[in-house]
């Protein structure tokens, strides 16, 4: 079965950088591409763009360029988000989730991991 | 940016009851490209609904999805206990927005 897993919660301070990861499993990694979300605490979801598993293009909405960088490893199957010179509004969830290639929907999603930045 | 803005920002009903949750776009999103999401606390969001009325896989037919063009509707029959819950449209027809949320709540 089709299965996202996120890295565990991170707790960094301001100005240091954090890797999240995504790996999945049961299906074939390199033909649905990523999206990442975030979702600040008690606030609604925002998209904050998407890599080609294929090719390992990233695309980056409004708002999450500059800091924001999506990175792939296809020999494991994982999808990274790295977020450089933290701030206290970087505080969120993050969650991946997969475009169906037929649908163009995100159908699957990662459990989320909290980052945490506080001096 | 297609900007979605959902209606209202909380409902308040019983268990039982009908709800009606609206989602209006800021420009036309094509080939309906609309999903319908539920998110409870301390979960991912759960895709309910794609294409503006197709239902996911596992999705009880209580849940149904309507509309086209600016204007979708997200109905839930009859609530069961479980569908109180935050629910949120996303258009991907022009990169991908989400909107602000519906709460649905236990009266």
């Known amino acids: 079965q089709v299965q996202l897993v996120q890295s565990g919660s991170e707790l960094k301070k301001p100005g240091a950088s954090v890797k999240v990861s995504c790996k999945a499993s049961?299906?074939?990694?390199?033909?649905?591409?990523m999206n990442w979300v975030r979702q600040a605490p008690g606030q609604g979801l925002e998209w904050m763009g998407w890599?080609?598993?294929?090719?390992?293009?990233?695309t980056y909405a409004q708002g999450f360029t500059g800091r924001f960088v999506f990175s792939l490893d296809t020999s494991v199957s994982t999808t990274y988000l790295q977020i450089s010179s933290l701030k206290a509004e970087d505080t969120a969830v993050y969650f991946c989730?997969?475009?169906?290639?037929?649908?163009?929907?995100?159908?699957?999603w990662g459990q989320g991991t909290l980052v945490t930045v506080s001096s | 940016e297609i900007v979605l803005t959902q209606s209202p920002g909380t409902l308040s009903l019983s268990a039982g009851e009908r709800a009606t949750l609206s989602c209006r776009a800021s420009?036309?999103?094509?080939?309906?490209?609309l999903a319908w999401y539920q998110q409870k606390p301390g979960q991912a969001p759960r895709l309910l609904i794609y294409?503006?009325?197709s239902r996911a896989t596992g999705i009880p037919d209580r849940f149904s999805g309507s509309g086209s063009g600016t204007d979708f509707t997200l109905t839930i029959s009859r609530l069961e206990p479980e569908d109180f819950a935050v629910y949120y449209c996303?258009?991907?027809?022009?990169?991908?927005?989400f909107g602000q949320g519906t709460k649905v709540e236990i009266k």
């Open positions: 989730a997969r475009t169906n290639i037929a649908t163009a929907v995100n159908d699957y």
């Open positions: 049961g299906y074939t990694f390199t033909n649905y591409a």
């Open positions: 890599i080609n598993t294929d090719t390992g293009n990233p």
């Open positions: 420009q036309s999103v094509s080939s309906d490209y």
């Open positions: 294409g503006a009325s």
């Open positions: 996303q258009q991907y027809s022009s990169s991908r927005t």
